[in-house]
């Protein structure tokens, strides 16, 4: 167990872990969701062709997604440094 | 040498074979069967070389690759590991068949990585077990969770080997005009050399190497379509001309719901469809079991993205696949005369000037009020797979890229089935056998018995698909609502609410499964659905009643133990061990 880590350290790393896990949840689901929701009134817009509900249900949203899970890989392991709770190098 | 000089030099060795292939089919050395031939031995051969050159004899290579596969690498793997024949071959037909609401799959099958990623994946990792019922085990005290975990583990992976392998079987009869049964016993072996000697280390590798496969594969085709058309062999950004243009003629044709268009009053299933192809992803573990694979729990986060990186490349492409398929049918085929249809046209479908002997009759050409011309009910489809199948040909491009799409697709489908076996015969032998049944075997033994139920499995699913029966294909859909409403729950649950005990957790897996379950039962046989929800997503009920009874049936017992606590504690904080299981490496 990490017994040389204090209770406060993880405390706040658990924390601050939580917030960017709510934050991304929610715009994960507003990034896919929200293009459903407004499909009506999206899908009037065409931009180079792509009616825009169409085109994020088809690209955008994916697009989305992976900004979401690169964002929370670069802060998770930044916050690691933070908190000297990173891994030994191999 | 490093693994990224091997695979640069064996793409290109791969792009240059082709090249070769081409050039052999110019000159009229080679007939088209031969092509087919030469990819299909060519391809398994590299598999099997890739399986037998990653042997290995101990158990932590066996089960988890030695957790030494890069992030860049587990990537490519799990995107060969997750796009199976259905996503190569059939999800193009599937957009062009529904237009907006095929796109929930396109969305779905993407979107729960990122699930996957803040949920899951790190802290599996830090667990570092070999499979997920190991997780549950130590999580909620004991052998209980674990048959629970490893019987639906078994169920779900199962049903979705036997489509990979009917799969097989389909794409060798299409491409060889091989026997069904002869096709899916030679794809079997294929799968089996490729998992049994090396187990995870070796599906891992192959995996890497279909990726590469099928991905040139898919995208090619459709990137020389949309260099004929437009000059820049970008489909993925060129395909909003074509929707343009299929609106347009679909409004000259006085069609009432446009293909872009949403169906009036879909929006409920449509994201009921989508939240359960999203939560099951994050819940199959034959994908969560990679990322067990990675050096450390950074790399499991930094591999999430690139798995998502190496699918979106198949999946944005998806759509302009379906795009470009459809404007030719409107264009090419429908308002022909019936005497003037191109020519792709007689080889995949059957028409009224007959079925040409070599048909594969993907698609009917009728006549229906016998005017000579060919309207939009003309075009009969009865399979939606030549979206993908025909494009080379409607392209204009040799025979040799149809045998490249055959290469994909048997990549697409061979890699799935690698992972799904090597799921099933781990959840054998590693949890029922070595775990319940006997504690003590010895590594040889333990190895020795992973790699015959490995074999009985594999022979178990080709038995099994060889009956050619009808409601597997949809069972597989229904693989992700029972999935996603069995597993995901007690996972996530089990790492974020440290409250969670045992009662709760087997509560809440079997009455999330069962809740599930039941609705697809209701809704497939009876068409009885609750808030009329289809029963394909199932799973926008069954996800949320399966975390809610672990919630109320925690409540109802004591806390689990400080040991179990302090696991919860462990799996949270990259630093540090964590609480071994017996007999895991």
């Known amino acids: ?90 | 040498m490093s693994w990224g000089k091997i695979f640069a030099i064996y793409t290109g060795a791969f792009v240059l074979f082709t090249i070769l292939l081409a050039l052999a089919e110019y000159a009229q050395l080679i007939p088209n069967r031969g092509i087919a031939y030469t990819y299909l031995v060519v391809t398994i051969g590299v598999y099997a070389l890739i399986g037998i050159l990653s042997r290995t004899a101990r158990p932590d290579q066996y089960y988890v690759a030695g957790r030494g596969v890069p992030a860049f690498f587990n990537g490519m793997a799990t995107g060969a590991d997750w796009m199976s024949a259905a996503s190569f071959i059939s999800m193009a037909g599937a957009l062009y068949a529904t237009g907006y609401d095929g796109l929930a799959y396109v969305s779905g099958w993407t979107g729960g990585y990122v699930l996957l990623a803040i949920f899951l994946a790190p802290f599996l990792r830090k667990f570092g077990a070999y499979t997920i019922p190991d997780f549950l085990a130590l999580r909620y005290g004991g052998n209980a969770a674990r048959v629970v975990g490893l019987l639906m583990a078994i169920g779900a992976s199962f049903t979705y080997l036997i489509a990979q392998i009917t799969g097989v079987g389909i794409i060798m009869g299409r491409f060889l005009g091989l026997d069904f049964n002869v096709g899916a016993f030679v794809g079997l072996a294929g799968i089996l050399v490729c998992s049994m000697l090396g187990g995870m280390r070796a599906v891992t590798w192959t995996q890497v190497a279909q990726y590469i496969i099928l991905i040139i594969a898919y995208i090619t085709p459709v990137a020389m379509l949309s260099w004929k058309h437009f000059a820049v062999p970008l489909p993925e950004f060129t395909y909003g001309q074509v929707l343009r243009e299929i609106t347009t003629i679909e409004q000259q044709l006085g069609v009432q719901k446009l293909w872009v268009d949403m169906a009036p009053g879909g929006m409920l299933n449509w994201f009921a469809l989508c939240f359960c192809m999203m939560v099951g992803t994050a819940g199959l573990p034959h994908i969560l079991m990679r990322y067990y694979t990675t050096p450390s729990v950074k790399q499991a986060r930094d591999s999430v993205g690139w798995s998502l990186f190496f699918i979106f490349l198949l999946y944005f492409t998806a759509p302009a696949y379906a795009a470009f398929a459809k404007w030719t049918v409107l264009t090419d085929v429908i308002g022909r005369k019936v005497t003037e249809l191109p020519q792709w046209v007689s080889r995949w479908g059957d028409s009224i000037l007959g079925t040409p002997t070599n048909s594969l009759g993907l698609f009917d050409i009728v006549d229906k009020n016998g005017d000579g011309v060919l309207q939009l009910t003309d075009f009969v489809i009865k399979s939606t797979d030549f979206v993908v199948l025909a494009t080379p040909e409607i392209a204009g491009l040799p025979f040799v890229v149809t045998g490249l799409v055959m290469a994909g697709g048997l990549a697409a489908a061979l890699s799935t089935a690698d992972g799904l076996l090597l799921t099933i015969s781990n959840a054998l032998s590693h949890d029922l056998y070595y775990k319940i049944v006997n504690p003590h075997a010895s590594i040889v033994k333990r190895l020795t018995t992973a790699r015959i139920l490995l074999v009985v499995a594999a022979v178990a699913g080709a038995y099994v698909a060889t009956f050619r029966i009808n409601i597997i294909v949809a069972v597989v859909a229904y693989a992700f609502a029972l999935a996603g409403s069995g597993f995901f729950p007690a996972l996530v649950m089990g790492i974020f609410w440290k409250r969670a005990n045992k009662q709760g957790a087997i509560a809440g897996m079997v009455v999330g499964f069962l809740t599930a379950l039941v609705l697809i039962v209701l809704g497939r046989n009876w068409g009885i659905y609750l808030f009329g929800i289809k029963e394909i997503g199932a799973g926008v009920i069954g996800v949320p009643v399966g975390f809610l009874v672990i919630w109320a049936v925690s409540l109802m017992y004591p806390p689990p133990d400080r040991q179990t606590q302090e696991l919860v504690e462990s799996v949270r904080y990259p630093r540090g061990t964590t609480l071994k299981v017996a007999g895991v490496e």
Not at chain 1, 44 to 69: E, N, R
């Open chain 1, 1 to 90: 167990m990490s017994a040389e880590i204090d209770e406060k350290t993880r405390q706040a790393y658990w924390e601050e872990t939580s917030r960017i896990t709510w934050i991304i949840l929610v715009l994960w689901f507003v990034s896919w969701v929200g293009p459903l929701v407004l499909h009506r009134w999206l899908n009037q817009v065409v931009i180079l062709g792509f009616p825009v509900s169409y085109w994020f249900a088809g690209q955008g949203s994916l697009a989305i997604f992976i900004v979401l899970i690169v964002w929370y890989a670069v802060f998770m392991n930044r916050l690691d440094r933070k908190y000297g709770l990173q891994e030994d190098e191999v």
